[in-house]
């Protein structure tokens, strides 16, 4: 985005969004316009998305499956996007990172729409699929005329990743399919578990449809916000969680919602789920009578 957006271009993010974008867009002194996916299933609001382009978008970022929510962006959903972009002649950023985390849902890359190859920037890397998050090891795909400004910014920001870890990623993106059956496999058990146990607690669960992450309702519980509640959990029940306002530039339309991570061994995650049994199961009997 440093690469192909300049001071006062206007940039769409859809809310709840992955926080690196914001900052990023910040340093280029972009205008930001969002449109927020709002639970139980973080449609795209076709209406607030048409309002949102104008002849000064110069970018759309589309992050599918998506962050914090679990969403996997449906292909009638691209294919709004896609007009949208043609329309006015915008660029799109695609964040793909958990494009082999999906359950149930298929993942479509924007860039394999018709028309839309040659204005999408396609990211993706190494990290959520290999579990290799600490390498940071990406890579963006894109036409020439595209690529040229993203090299531009990456030659003074990282320049270069060590020799090593890129013939490690080749390695890694040799895997067969049976690895990514089995990631799938490990994964939705996983999710199993935190989903079901989450319910049994008491929150109302927008499950996922890929990446490793749960949105949640905590409001049964009688906290005002989500910073709130993530504290109680941290220091009276010892578990933590993230407070999704952060992932929003209006914080209340996030301050309802929790979101919890099932990256974990499956021990870890009975535990936690055991823990607000204990701490917090109560207090929605409490608060029903």
Request: hydrophobic letters at 45%; one cysteine or more; aromatic letters at 12%.
């Amino acid at each position: 985005m440093i690469g192909l957006v300049n001071p006062g271009d206007e940039v769409i993010l859809f809310a709840p969004f992955y926080d690196s974008y914001l900052a990023t867009l910040s340093m280029v002194d972009a205008t930001i316009k969002t449109v927020t996916l709002r639970p139980p299933d973080f449609a795209v609001p076709e209406k607030e998305l048409r309002e949102a382009f104008s002849s000064k978008t110069r970018a759309i970022m589309v992050n599918t499956p998506h962050n914090p929510t679990g969403k996997v962006f449906s292909l009638q959903e691209l294919q709004l996007i896609a007009s949208l972009c043609k329309q006015h002649d915008s660029l799109a950023f695609t964040d793909e990172v958990y494009h082999r985390l999906t359950f149930g849902a298929e993942h479509i890359s924007l860039a394999s729409l018709d028309g839309m190859y040659e204005r999408t920037v396609t990211l993706n890397s190494l990290g959520k699929t290999f579990s290799l998050t600490g390498w940071k090891i990406g890579w963006a795909v894109a036409p020439p005329n595209l690529t040229w400004g993203v090299r531009q910014a990456h030659a003074f920001l990282t320049f270069a990743t060590a020799t090593p870890f890129q013939w490690a990623a080749v390695s890694a993106l040799k895997a067969p399919d049976s690895f990514y059956k089995d990631l799938i496999a490990d994964y939705s058990s996983k999710k199993d578990i935190l989903v079901e146990g989450l319910k049994e607690v008491g929150f109302k669960v927008f499950e996922p449809k890929g990446t490793y992450f749960v949105m949640a309702d905590h409001t049964p519980f009688g906290f005002a916000s989500d910073v709130e509640f993530c504290k109680f959990l941290i220091e009276e029940v010892g578990v933590a969680a993230i407070p999704p306002s952060v992932f929003y530039t209006d914080p209340d339309d996030g301050k309802h919602l929790v979101r919890f991570a099932f990256c974990k061994d499956e021990d870890t995650l009975r535990q936690a789920v055991d823990r607000m049994k204990v701490k917090l199961k109560g207090k929605v009997v409490a608060r029903t009578h």
